[in-house]
C-alpha cells in the first residue's frame, strides 16, 4: 500500500452512479472490523437502496453523501442525514467508512472537515455520531475536531465471540450558533 501515498485519492458528493459501488463497499468494510453496526451482508442495502438515499440526499438541504476515490473506485463514504422535524431540524447525525486498506492516509480528517464546512454552510447546530468505544483512534480524531462525548450505551453490541461492547454518542455544536441565534431571535 505504500503506493498509496503517491496516488490521487478525491472527495466528492456521491453520484447515482455510485450507487452499486456503494453497496459492494458497504459489505466489504461491514467484514472488515468489528466497528460497524452490522456484520458483513446484515442490513444490506441494494444498488436501488443507494440510489434513493443519494436522490434524497441531493433534494434535502441537511443531508449530505461524500464519496472517497481512488482512481475510479470508491474506497470510503460518508452521510449526513438530517431531520425534519421542526425541533431536531438543527442537527444531522454523520457516519463514516473507510476500506481497511486506506486507514492512516487522512481521509478520514479531510471527510470530517468537509462536513463541518458544509454544516457551517446550512447553518446546522449540531453533528451527531456514534462510535464504537473501542475505536480509539477514530475517537480522538473526532475530538480533534471538538466532538465531544455525550453519553455511553454500555454493552450496546455483541460481537461473534460474545463480547460486548459499549457505543459513544459523542456531537459537535456549531462555534456559529450566536450568530444563528442572532439572525432569528425568538418572538
Not at 443519494?54 to 441537511?62: A, C, G, P
Not at 456549531?174 to 439572525?183: A, G, R, V
Request: hydrophobic share 35%.
Amino acid at each position: 500500500m505504500k503506493d498509496i501515498i503517491q496516488r490521487k485519492l478525491i472527495i466528492r458528493e456521491a453520484e447515482l452512479k455510485d450507487a452499486e459501488a456503494l453497496a459492494r463497499l458497504r459489505v466489504k468494510t461491514d467484514g472488515e472490523t468489528e466497528y460497524m453496526d452490522r456484520e458483513e451482508g446484515e442490513g444490506y442495502l441494494s444498488p436501488k437502496d443507494f440510489e434513493e438515499l443519494i436522490m434524497t440526499d441531493q433534494k434535502e438541504l441537511n443531508n449530505l453523501c461524500l464519496v472517497a476515490c481512488d482512481k475510479q473506485e470508491i474506497i470510503g463514504y460518508c452521510r449526513c442525514e438530517g431531520n425534519k422535524l421542526k425541533r431536531l431540524s438543527h442537527q444531522v447525525t454523520f457516519g463514516i467508512v473507510i476500506m481497511k486498506d486506506y486507514w492512516g492516509y487522512g481521509l478520514g480528517r479531510q471527510m470530517i472537515e468537509m462536513i463541518i464546512a458544509w454544516s457551517e454552510e446550512q447553518k446546522i447546530h449540531k453533528i451527531n455520531l456514534s462510535v464504537s468505544a473501542s475505536n480509539i483512534r477514530a475517537i480522538h480524531l473526532y475530538e480533534t475536531y471538538d466532538f465531544q462525548i455525550e453519553g455511553c450505551l454500555k454493552d450496546d453490541k455483541r460481537l461473534r465471540g460474545g463480547e460486548y461492547h459499549d457505543t459513544l454518542l459523542m456531537a459537535r455544536f456549531s462555534k456559529k450558533q450566536k450568530i444563528y441565534d442572532n439572525e432569528n431571535p425568538p418572538s
